[in-house]
């Protein structure tokens, strides 16, 4: 899109919008304009659009709530960028679904994948993501400064919605941390560096690494980043954290987020008598106990 790109960039900082939502705003507009090989936005109209969208929907087979942040990425792009809003008037967003389960993974199966991911840069950060509960995006974004290891805290900064929140760290965590910053000893700001100087590690280089992993530990469900995430929020329910907490924790502002990780916990309670079994009494402990240092 190169300067169109960047206008609509300077038009979301101007609105105020958080960098995670930024970024996923630009990555959807980017695969429109890709879809119609170099056309310009400016060019097409609604029915592209629409064409658009129902490619992805039957061809690619993406979730509703994606189709939704993708459907607002590009009303954003000819909303307030392009200011044709009559391209994107006519256009709704899809009606949400029933209560939808999320895929999680045992406490063994966490230990087996992260100590399947060879590469020691995607390993620390995937691990950070389970202990913690993180985005894939606030990981990617994480500075140097955001690790307060004193005070044992991970400051997450314009998280989803834009709303910053502290977690802790424990010290075995802090071990990992500190294990991964003696070898890499990363170029600020970020503290996962991608290859390009300046920029953080990539979404899909996590990604590709996670899926390796999946298969080089036998695991037999399709394995992505936010699987660690519902697998942390359930692990955490299943260890009797209450879902307030959980909710803090991972930066929801609907309390109706969290809950559903509620019937995940019922369900894995009531069908596998070995789901609490982990390695040792928490499922952080067990798993950064046995995870090779970096």
């Not at 298969?215 to 009797?240: C, D, N």
Request: glycine share 8%.
């Amino acid at each position: 899109m190169g300067k169109l790109r960047d206008r609509m960039a300077d038009d979301m900082k101007l609105k105020g919008l958080a960098p995670i939502t930024q970024g996923s705003y630009l990555r959807y507009a980017q695969r429109f304009a890709d879809h119609y090989k170099g056309r310009s936005p400016l060019r097409l109209g609604e029915r592209e659009v629409r064409d658009f969208l129902l490619h992805l929907v039957k061809d690619e087979g993406i979730a509703p709530s994606t189709q939704g942040v993708c459907l607002a990425s590009i009303q954003f792009l000819y909303r307030v960028t392009l200011r044709r809003p009559e391209v994107v008037a006519g256009l709704k967003h899809p009606r949400r679904p029933g209560l939808v389960l999320p895929h999680v993974l045992s406490g063994s199966e966490v230990v087996k994948l992260l100590g399947c991911i060879t590469p020691p840069r995607p390993r620390t950060m995937c691990t950070l993501m389970y202990a913690t509960g993180l985005r894939v995006d606030e990981a990617v974004h994480l500075q140097v400064t955001d690790i307060d290891s004193t005070r044992g805290v991970l400051h997450v900064r314009k998280g989803k919605g834009g709303r910053d929140r502290d977690l802790p760290l424990g010290e075995k965590l802090l071990g990992v941390l500190r294990d991964y910053w003696r070898v890499f000893k990363p170029e600020p700001p970020y503290l996962f560096p991608g290859d390009v100087p300046g920029r953080p590690i990539t979404r899909d280089s996590v990604s590709t690494a996670l899926r390796r992993a999946g298969r080089a530990a036998q695991i037999k469900k399709r394995v992505f980043p936010h699987m660690l995430r519902h697998s942390y929020a359930t692990h955490l329910l299943e260890l009797g954290t209450d879902v307030r907490t959980i909710q803090v924790l991972l930066g929801h502002a609907d309390i109706n987020s969290t809950l559903r990780y509620l019937h995940v916990a019922r369900e894995r309670l009531a069908t596998i008598k070995s789901c609490l079994l982990y390695t040792s009494p928490s499922p952080r402990d067990g798993l950064l106990s046995r995870m090779p240092s970096s």
